[in-house]
Structure formats: structure tokens, C-alpha cells
């Protein structure tokens, strides 16, 4: 058996308002799980035979968790001037018709994993694109580091160019046998992912919810009321919907492992529908920015018991940091004369998106049993932070300053099943 124990401060949440910190910790790992973690006064006599790595000036907490992000859009983040439509049509879907070649999925799956270890980010929902083989070379990529990883091919038969459509039958055939091959294979989970209303027909919608209702342990992921002109488009293609979220809803996709990306423009019936049937919405702050989406309203969805993630969404999104992620969550809720404040952000970031994932069995934070997946945040990565962090008298203006001056040159380590897999 192999047992290895980290010393440092060391946060994690067992409940969203029960963090738990140690200012001097030590957190053990055997084999690839957690084995227990608490104070070092307490626990240092059990470790004194073990491998012991002992770290100054850092905090260790829970892998992040990213609930919705697009690993072909990997070329197209940063890219010039455009709202949502007019981005998809003029950078995204140019870019995904390269994934038909295997070697240039490998290669963009390749650097998108390690992209995320660097951040921080140990699991994450993933966007493939129509072609079998980009969800394929995606979960290779994280078979070979061992990540939980979350992934699906995007069923898309209209309004976008020829070569990203499949068909009704194709997007079935090729989604389940998908399925078969990587659902629950090691660490790998399978989403389906028809990528939003305005690019499949009502019989792709209903074939998506068949395939949800043959494989009812996989998870459902698409985009929901991101922009105005987007729900516009949609209403205009099923007129006979009450709502954008109804289409969906129509086709059986909403349930308890269905996340909608964005909802940024929901009624209070789209709040409390989403909440009765368990399902989620991902809250996407940089991409919501970046693409002039408009300002998620956090209120209104804890208002109705909505439950709600946070995520990249690289490539809207402009940064694989959870870190700068939630930097532009807390703006966004300024913005809307609301407060999120850093445990609650943390919490969201953690255990808040393993529990939307149902995956807060396995992952999230440090019960004893759980899948070893941690990082190693460097308190002092910049002299800005460094000399902010020295100021800060409490946990929370810590976690503050984090979360607020922190990206990847704050990720010192990132630990997959309890291995190392990026040391900055």
C-alpha cells in the first residue's frame, strides 16, 4: 500500500456552510484515496513512518470542478468581437470541423487536460464536437492521466455548416456507442450533449431524450437562454413552446444530471421548473461577459432553490481558471447589487459542483474514502498576493485576495488519485 501524507493549511467543505480548516494540517492519501485528514498536532505521531511533504505558504483544497466547458474551443478563446451567433458561425464551428482529423483531437484533447491540471481543475463537463472520434481522443487523453472526466459528442442537425451535421439516426447510433465504449469506464462518464435547441430538430431533441431514458445514469448537458437573440431564433423554431426551457422539457431532458449552461434570461416559471425536476444550470461568468450574454441572476435562482454550478466555459470563456472564474462571478453579482463571498465561492468551486454533478460521493472534498484529487494553491505566487495575503487578518479576506488576484500561477501542484500530475 502506498501512503503518503501532506503537511500545509488545508480547506474543504463538508457542508455549504460548514467549511472546515486547518491552519496546520496534514491530510493522508492510500493509493488513490483519501484516508483521513485533521490537524497536524493530532495526527503527526500516525505519519511519522510515512512519506511526509511539508509545504509552507499554501493552502491545500479539493481539485476544482468545472461544470461546463468546450474542449474544441481551445483555438477560438480570445477571438475579436462578436455576441453569440455570430461567434459560433464566424470562429467556433470553422474550428470544430478540424476535429474529423483524429491526430488534431489527440493533440487539442492533449494540451485542453493539462490546460485544466494547471488551473487546478481535476474534473470537468465537456463539449466534444459531432464527430465520434473527438469524444473518443478526449477520453483517451484522460484515461492516460486517469481524470474524472465528463464527456459527450455534440448531436447537432441544422443551422450549422454541412460537415458539423450528423442526423437523427447517426447522432443516436453514435451517442450510444459512445456510451457503451467510455460510460463508467475507469474514471470516464459519458453526457449527452445535443448543444442547444436552435441546431437540432424536434427528432434529435427526442432521440436525446431517448438515449437519457435507456442510459439513465449519464448526464445531460446543452445550453439554455444564453442570449436574447438566441431565445428569439429558438422561439421562432418551436412556436408551439411556452418557453426555451419547455422545448427541452417537451423532449424529456431535464432531470436530476441535466446541466443548462448560462440561464442568463430565465423567467421565475424557468427558475422553478429547473428546481422541481432537480436539474441545474451552470453558471458561466467570463464567457457571459466576454460575449455581451448579460448578467446571471444568482438571487433569483437561490430564490426558487435552483440548484446552480460555476464554470469556465472556455471558449467564450476567457480563462481555464476557476480562480479568475469566480473573480468575474463576484463582479457579476456586484453588478446586480448582490454579494458572493469567498467560502460560498469556494464551496461553489468544490463540493457545491461535485454535488450538481451527483458526484459528491466520489469527489469534492476530503472525507475519508473519496477519490484523491487536491491542489496545492501558492498563497505568495505574486509579489501582489504575497503582500495582500500578509495584510489579511481572517480565512475569508484570504480566500478573498485568492480568489480575486489568483490564476494559474497560484497552482503550485495538482494531485489526480493521489499522484502528482503538474508541479508549477
Not at 270 to 276: H, I, N, S, T, V
Not at 327 to 342: F, G, H, P, S, T
Request: net charge negative.
Amino acid at each position: 500500500m502506498a501512503i503518503k501524507a501532506f503537511r500545509s493549511s488545508i480547506l474543504h467543505f463538508k457542508t455549504e456552510g460548514e467549511a472546515e480548516y486547518f491552519d496546520d494540517g496534514i491530510l493522508v492519501v492510500e493509493n488513490d484515496q483519501i484516508k483521513q485528514v485533521g490537524r497536524a498536532e493530532e495526527l503527526l505521531d500516525s505519519v511519522k513512518d510515512l512519506d511526509l511533504t511539508v509545504y509552507e505558504n499554501k493552502m491545500i483544497m479539493p481539485g476544482f470542478i468545472d461544470t461546463h466547458i468546450h474542449y474544441p474551443q481551445v483555438d477560438v478563446i480570445a477571438s475579436y468581437g462578436e455576441q453569440l451567433l455570430d461567434w459560433l458561425n464566424n470562429y467556433t464551428f470553422p474550428t470544430e470541423i478540424q476535429f474529423e482529423d483524429p491526430a488534431f483531437a489527440k493533440d487539442t484533447a492533449e494540451f485542453f487536460i493539462d490546460e485544466l491540471l494547471k488551473n487546478g481543475t481535476t474534473t470537468a463537463l465537456v463539449f466534444g464536437t459531432k464527430h465520434k472520434q473527438s469524444v473518443d481522443a478526449f477520453f483517451e487523453a484522460s484515461s492516460q492521466r486517469n481524470t474524472r472526466m465528463i464527456c459527450g459528442k455534440v448531436m447537432m442537425n441544422r443551422n450549422a455548416p454541412d460537415d458539423l451535421l450528423d442526423d437523427v439516426q447517426s447522432s443516436y447510433d453514435d451517442s450510444q456507442a459512445l456510451i457503451d465504449q467510455w460510460h463508467e469506464n475507469g474514471r470516464q462518464l459519458y453526457a449527452v450533449t445535443p448543444r442547444f435547441a436552435i441546431t437540432s430538430t424536434g427528432e434529435q431533441l427526442q432521440k436525446a431524450g431517448e438515449l437519457l431514458k435507456n442510459n439513465p445514469s449519464v448526464y445531460m448537458q446543452t445550453h439554455l437562454s444564453e442570449n436574447k437573440d438566441e431565445i428569439a431564433f429558438t422561439m421562432e423554431l418551436f412556436p408551439e413552446r411556452s418557453s426555451y426551457l419547455d422545448v427541452y422539457d417537451h423532449y424529456g431532458l431535464l432531470g436530476s444530471r441535466s446541466v443548462f449552461a448560462h440561464g442568463v434570461h430565465l423567467e421565475d416559471a424557468d427558475f422553478q421548473r429547473l428546481a422541481e425536476t432537480q436539474s441545474s444550470i451552470s453558471f458561466c461568468p467570463t464567457s457571459n461577459l466576454f460575449l455581451g450574454s448579460g448578467l446571471f441572476n444568482l438571487a433569483a435562482a437561490e430564490r426558487f432553490n435552483t440548484s446552480v454550478s460555476v464554470a469556465t466555459d472556455v471558449g467564450g470563456g476567457t480563462s481555464f481558471s476557476m480562480l479568475q472564474t469566480l473573480n468575474e462571478a463576484y463582479k457579476i453579482c456586484q453588478l446586480r447589487n448582490e454579494k458572493l463571498d469567498a467560502k460560498k465561492a469556494f464551496y461553489m468551486a468544490t463540493l457545491g459542483n461535485a454535488k450538481t454533478l451527483q458526484l459528491d460521493d466520489k469527489i469534492g472534498n476530503f472525507e475519508s474514502g473519496k477519490e484523491a484529487d487536491f491542489v496545492v494553491v501558492d498563497l505568495q505566487s505574486t509579489a501582489l498576493m504575497k503582500r495582500k495575503q500578509s495584510k489579511c487578518k481572517t480565512l475569508d479576506e484570504a480566500l478573498f485576495s485568492l480568489m480575486i488576484l489568483g490564476d494559474d500561477r497560484a497552482i503550485s501542484e495538482t494531485y489526480v488519485a493521489g499522484e502528482q500530475v503538474y508541479k508549477k
